[in-house]
DNA sequence: ATAAACATGTAAACAGTTACATGATTCT
DNA sequence: AGAATCATGTAACTGTTTACATGTTTAT
């Protein structure tokens, strides 16, 4: 998967792996994240199977870049990748573990943890309302834009905020049920022992 | 990961390969999946190091069985795991990473992959909706409960329930605003022509 | 001086999927 | 007779993270 995105990202320009490693921290964070030890052997992979071109590039005074250019097999790669049909990927979340198995730790544990969660959430989304913010400055109103890739780009980034506004609501929510359950429980035996 | 959720499993009850693998297709599936092929080799892999132990169980008629139980060891994995205060888990999502690339495809084919991945996120929703009225009708109102397992686990599916839905919400608005930036495209054509 | 940013790699461990492989029992 | 379910494994591949490893340039 992380050669689709790669390749994405060398169609709008030649990049090298550095320059790919800190794409993968800006707009595309929202839903792909990759570390410079996935990339470069990613892409010596993707130069020997003919997807890329690389050239090096000297700089007079920095080090040399090895600048990567997407090939007409990478582009057709890439389209018919983009028109394949995937199945529904499988859910992975440790929260949900985590919080499937709350009935062993203690009630004061379970709490912090959620809030933990939260809180990391809530730090996710302003980075997210930043960045969109970000676009708003450079190219006005975001629904109305003429620019395809832009017009996608803000889809998704508006997926990745209405899933970060989800959780924490469903954080606040689980808090506040968790009360609820703690108060019962006690009334329960208030009663039990009155 | 996967061990925390099989002695989540096996502190119930012992259990074997064949019966874990079917609890992954029951509530746990919300937010975690795991293969036979996974389970198979990690249960040994547990065991050698001791947080489970193994009995072979013969059966009459059918094949034997090897029934793992958890030990005091894993017990206490499995606090310490839960007391653990984790990051956030970084995003991977395929069809944000398809829709980041859309505009290298027809507009029409991008309509049918968003329809197509609408469709699917119905039918886990609808899924999910199912097992939740299955537990509704084995325990009454749900949120009322006074069992911490069961309490527990309707979070969870509260939250599954939660997270599909705002998929599906972000899938109908996809298309919606895709039509506007097409409508809008056409008609800035027509002005040029005209 | 020293920290941050530039620049590129490898190695080991961990995690997960798909396919291969076998064989009994039960239901239709 | 054939399909489904019970039952357990291995092998090959793919993907991802963390740590190791090195060296330059630029700003403070």
Not at 37 to 52: A, H, T, V, W
Not at 53 to 82: C, F, M
Not at 138 to 155: C, M, Q, S, Y
Request: glycine fraction near 4%; charge should be positive.
């Amino acid at each position: 998967m992380l050669r689709y995105a790669i390749l994405e990202l060398l169609h709008h320009k030649p990049l090298s792996g550095y320059d790919l490693r800190r794409r993968f921290g800006g707009s595309i964070v929202f839903f792909w994240k990759a570390n410079h030890s996935q990339i470069y052997p990613e892409l010596k992979r993707m130069e020997n199977e003919g997807l890329l071109s690389a050239k090096r590039v000297p700089h007079e005074w920095r080090p040399t870049k090895k600048v990567y250019a997407i090939t007409p097999k990478g582009q057709r790669d890439l389209e018919a990748w983009l028109r394949r049909r995937p199945k529904l990927q499988s859910v992975k979340d440790e929260m949900m573990l985590r919080c499937f198995a709350f009935h062993l730790v203690p009630a004061d544990e379970a709490d912090a943890q959620i809030r933990h969660h939260r809180d990391l959430h809530e730090e996710r989304l302003r980075h997210y309302i930043a960045i969109r913010k970000d676009l708003e400055r450079k190219h006005g109103r975001l629904l109305e834009t003429a620019d395809p890739i832009l017009f996608w780009n803000v889809l998704t980034l508006r997926q990745a905020i209405a899933h970060e506004r989800t959780y924490i609501a469903w954080c606040r929510w689980a808090l506040r049920r968790h009360q609820a359950f703690r108060d019962r429980m006690e009334r329960g035996h208030a009663h039990l022992a009155g």
